[in-house]
């Protein structure tokens, strides 16, 4: 749990701040702004115009001052928005960022410690016996190859979306990679032998606990940002307009300012599990893995595809693990 904290700290400092401390209005009155200075902006150009003749301003000058318009609009909605949040009142601003930290540690713990029977409310079942003999003997072979002196509790999702999953104290397997996703034989055993592997190391380096860190810390986007992914999943258009017009604050930060900052580390965190699984031999089987799944760990939700998007694209990893040519 300390090193998922320490791997995604930082990540998870800025999810802090974007979710508890007032950026959502921020971002509001930014765009507001930038909206009301384009307004005004073509407004005046059409006026001058008017005023001067149709040959006196040009399309051109014109959309320029519309722009200008809209980035004068911005920087005052900007610095008005910080200064507000930061400057006029810092502790409002402390107390809300101190609030936030106390809700995301409290949610954390309760989490992990609650964290099986909150799996199996979301379905998720035990291994029968056929199940455990085989993942069991693979998943204790791999943990003496990676270094490992414990294995984490393992659990079945019968969820045909779901390959692996990590969480802080388990292991989700989806039933579809015993099925005939990868085939049966030694061919498929080697595969599954390569995924459990991969998702071993992970657990292992703390990867479950910091993406949980990082979602308690964005509590109040995660909800926002899942509730606008299931409106425009929906198929009506309507109901997807309105929940884009109510939501897409969340959207932005998410998207714009939450995910790439994630990805720096999870990027380079996926290519040392890669390198870790390929130094146990399981590089060829890891290889073909990514190429006939994909992603191994994807997302069920709107946020858990967020992170899953965090990984680095299929082709480098796949490239990564060959041979120098």
């Given at each position: ?12 400092a800025?999810?802090l ?27 005046g ?7 001067i003749?149709?040959n ?15 980035l004068?609009?911005a ?23 101190c ?31 056929r199940?455990?003999s ?14 490992l002196?414990s294995?984490p509790?393992?659990?079945?999702a ?23 996703e990868?085939?049966?034989g030694p ?8 995924v ?17 860190l990082?979602?308690c ?11 606008a ?29 939450i ?19 390929a ?20 997302g069920?939700?709107?946020w858990?595809r ?6 680095p ?10 041979p120098?040519?």
């Open positions: 749990m300390a090193a998922g904290v320490r791997r995604r700290g930082a990540a998870a800025v999810t701040v974007c979710a508890w401390s007032g950026v959502w209005l921020a971002v509001w009155l930014l765009v507001a702004d930038a909206l009301t200075g384009a307004f005004l902006s073509a407004l150009a059409s006026i001058s115009a008017a005023l003749g149709g006196g301003t040009s399309p051109g000058g014109a959309a320029l001052s519309i722009v200008g318009g809209v004068r609009g920087a005052v909605g900007l610095v008005s928005s910080v200064v507000s949040l930061v400057v006029d009142e810092p502790l409002q601003f402390l107390a809300a960022l609030g936030g930290l106390l809700v995301t540690l409290a949610l954390l713990a309760a989490c992990v410690a609650l964290e099986p029977r909150l799996l199996r409310l979301r379905g998720c079942r035990r291994l029968s016996r199940e455990a085989r993942v069991m003997p693979l998943l204790e072979v791999e943990a003496a190859d990676l270094g002196a294995l509790l393992v659990l079945m019968d969820g045909d979306d779901l390959r692996v999953r990590v969480c802080a104290r388990h292991l989700i397997i989806g039933r579809s990679l015993l099925g005939d990868i085939g049966d061919a498929g055993d080697a595969v599954l032998d390569a459990l592997c991969h998702g071993l190391h992970h657990w292992a380096a703390g990867d479950g606990t910091g993406d949980l990082i979602r810390c964005g509590l109040p986007l995660v909800v926002l940002y899942n509730a992914y299931r409106l425009t999943e929906q198929g009506n258009g309507l109901i997807a307009l309105v929940g884009w017009l109510v939501l897409w604050p969340a959207w932005l930060l998410v998207r714009l300012i995910r790439p900052i994630v990805a720096v580390a999870s990027r380079d965190q996926e290519y040392a599990t890669d390198a870790a699984v130094a146990t031999g399981r590089g060829e089987a890891l290889h073909r893995a990514l190429s006939l799944l994909g992603e191994l760990e994807p069920q939700s709107g858990d967020v992170i899953a998007a965090t990984h694209p299929l082709e480098l990893r796949l490239e990564a693990l060959e120098p040519a």
